[in-house]
């Protein structure tokens, strides 16, 4: 007989609940969508520009002279022997033309007031006739333009009509010293002291190197004044041709300006000068005092100028397009960073060369920055943009990055 045997009771299994199964999946998308939303790190840039070193620059100062030399935007450069003031002689003689310059200025071409002279005039020729100056003959009645005036002024430096312009232009001299000084404070030279007359006949007109130089670069600025002290001769009324004092015209890119000896300064010459450095041209000014004679003052300006073309150099930092730097992003992409256009200075060579930049790193394209090279006031500057397009952070790096 079979017996049946009572079935027992199975439960069913509980099912497993899903939510945290769900939940999980959230959060890896949610973390996930974090990761790839959440802003990338700012790129990096390099900047690495290579600026040649500054080197000493050797000056050929003149011996047992008081000499200083100088640039435009350049300032001055170097001075050598006792600074303390001589007389200028007549070296004076441009700080009167500028003076007259500023009050009745002239433009190219023209002749500017006429002067008639007149018997005081004559009294100051035959002055300076019985004292042995330097001069030119006038007369009684004869005109002058302005522009003669200063042509007998700055090359045959006729102290004569120094004089003269001072009564002509300011009355008398103390009108005349008071404005000059002001003129000279104007201008940054506090050793330069105007004396009892114009022309500089007197040693009581003194100044320095320094400061004499830094007439110059002044008088460099007034083309009228340039033009006159460039010329090798000149012919006035009544005594027809005169010659320049300065007989060294054109050597080493001399250009002018005042010669000047007296009892008390027997060689003093004030010269400018055009340096021709590669592409460029650079005004300079220069000064000597204190030599045995004009001669070798001039003599010894010469050789200064040759030194001072030899002190400067055009150098060329970096050239257009040329990569001076990169853009590092932490997705590994890279761009190369290049100026727009050339950087190129001229600079004094004992002048060191400094560099700044800014970079906009969150720009991914065209125009970043600016980079800037200087060598005191020598400047250059050129926009930076990068050679090509910064590419973006991948999905793929997005999500894994850590």
Not at 77 to 103: D, E, R
Not at 329 to 337: E, Q
Request: aromatic share 6%.
């Amino acid at each position: 007989m079979h017996v049946i045997q009572p079935t027992r009771y199975q439960p069913r299994p509980k099912p497993t609940p899903k939510w945290p199964f769900a939940i999980a999946a959230l959060l890896l998308v949610a973390l996930a969508a974090l990761n790839v939303l959440r802003p990338v790190p700012t790129p990096t840039a390099t900047i690495a520009v290579s600026l040649p070193a500054a080197a000493a620059v050797p000056i050929a100062w003149p011996q047992a002279s008081q000499a200083a030399v100088a640039a435009d935007d350049y300032g001055l450069l170097g001075t050598n022997g006792n600074p303390a003031p001589l007389a200028t002689a007549s070296i004076a003689k441009v700080i009167l033309a500028l003076c007259v310059l500023q009050k009745q200025p002239l433009a190219a071409g023209q002749d500017g007031v006429t002067y008639t002279i007149g018997a005081r005039d004559v009294a100051l020729y035959q002055h300076y006739l019985s004292i042995n100056g330097s001069l030119i003959a006038v007369t009684e009645g004869e005109k002058l333009t302005e522009y003669q005036a200063l042509q007998a002024l700055m090359i045959p430096s006729a102290n004569n009509i120094a004089d003269s312009l001072v009564r002509w232009v300011f009355g008398n001299q103390d009108t005349y010293a008071a404005y000059a000084t002001a003129y000279l404070r104007q201008h940054g030279l506090s050793a330069t002291h105007i004396g009892s007359d114009a022309s500089g006949f007197d040693p009581s007109t003194t100044s320095t190197a320094s400061d004499l130089t830094q007439l110059g670069l002044v008088a460099l600025q007034n083309p009228a004044l340039m033009s006159i002290a460039g010329q090798r001769t000149a012919t006035l009324p009544l005594v027809g041709t005169v010659y320049n004092y300065d007989t060294v015209l054109g050597v080493n890119g001399i250009t002018g300006l005042k010669t000047g000896n007296n009892d008390a300064d027997p060689g003093a010459f004030l010269f400018t000068a055009t340096l021709h450095i590669g592409t460029k041209d650079i005004a300079a000014a220069g000064a000597v005092m204190g030599a045995a004679d004009l001669n070798t003052a001039l003599q010894g300006s010469t050789r200064l100028a040759a030194s001072l073309q030899q002190g400067f150099e055009q150098l060329t930092i970096a050239k257009a397009n040329q990569v001076v730097g990169t853009v590092q992003t932490a997705w590994g992409a890279t761009a190369p960073i290049a100026p727009s256009s050339t950087l190129e200075l001229v600079r004094w060579k004992a002048t060191p060369l400094t560099q700044t930049h800014t970079v906009d790193v969150h720009k991914r394209s065209g125009s970043i920055g600016q980079l800037k090279i200087a060598a005191g006031s020598a400047r250059s500057s050129s926009s930076l943009r990068l050679s090509h397009p910064l590419a973006g952070p991948s999905f793929w790096w997005r999500l894994t990055r850590h």
